[in-house]
């Protein structure tokens, strides 16, 4: 905890704007449901924020600090972030909004899908050539490298290693992409959807996000790189196998790491 109350301590340097903090925050409780970090409300008066720790093993989970402040910094203007106030390589601070996580209803309502659907093309209209296009397979073998042989006996990796290649060698415009569109980091708010915990975002595929919650067709800006109907089904499938496997992975290296911690299987 010596992070986070160094962070607190260092309010002055936040960034909130002309005189809406005038004390230090206090903690109002530990946020659950974060799995990468760990998170805290904090609050001064009518002002909260959330305090957002790093894990101890971030590096290892693919996380890149910079680059997400870099896209956040891009999505302020689109109202899909909640606007940062602080940031390190080891902390970030961001303004808290009250709402509650996406749900089954919102899942089968056609107006929040249509929201959400929306709200991905706002992220993906944003310039961010200036980043570098991620490359699935090296992300995956990073994963991969840490498991070891034992890994291999799953019969995985190759089968997640051929979707990764078949999606890096597509022609696709890449954009900013989340990589963890789970329904914990969608906030339903009275002003709209907001997507948090941008910790794994990078510019990739732009129907990787929108995979999650069973859109079965590409996106307008792919349809025309699709020669047939059998050729997007097939990029389909592959960025499907793709999607899970990054997540079976990303399981497996946490997985790994509890182990090592408490000596025991989580």
Known sequence: MQLFQQTLANWRQWNTGCDELAAQPTLV???????????????SGD?????????????????DR??????????????????????????????????????????????????????????????????QRRNYVQYCQAYIDQLGSAFAIEGLQQTILTAAAAIDAGDWPAVICHHDLVPENILVTPRGLMVLDWE?????????????????DLPASCVHLATSAEKANETLKQLAILLRGMDDLWSLVQNAFSEDIYGQDT
């Not at 959330?50 to 693919?62: F, H, K, M, P, Y």
């Open 29 to 43: 409780r530990e946020l659950i449901g974060g799995l990468t970090n760990r998170s805290f409300l904090v609050a």
């Open 47 to 63: 002002f909260k924020a959330v305090v957002r720790i790093n894990a101890l093993n971030s590096t290892d989970l693919g996380v």
């Open 66 to 131: 910079q680059r997400e402040g870099l896209i956040l910094k891009l999505l302020q203007p689109t109202g899909a972030v909640p606007k940062v106030l602080y940031q390190s390589d080891e902390v970030l601070v961001s303004v808290f909004h009250e709402g509650r996580h996406w749900g089954e209803d919102d899942s089968r309502s056609p107006e929040q899908l249509t929201a959400l659907k929306q709200l991905l093309q706002r992220i993906q209209d944003v310039d961010a050539t200036q980043l």
């Open 200 to 216: 794994y975002a990078a510019l990739g595929h732009p129907a990787l996000d929108a995979l999650r919650f069973n859109e079965t």
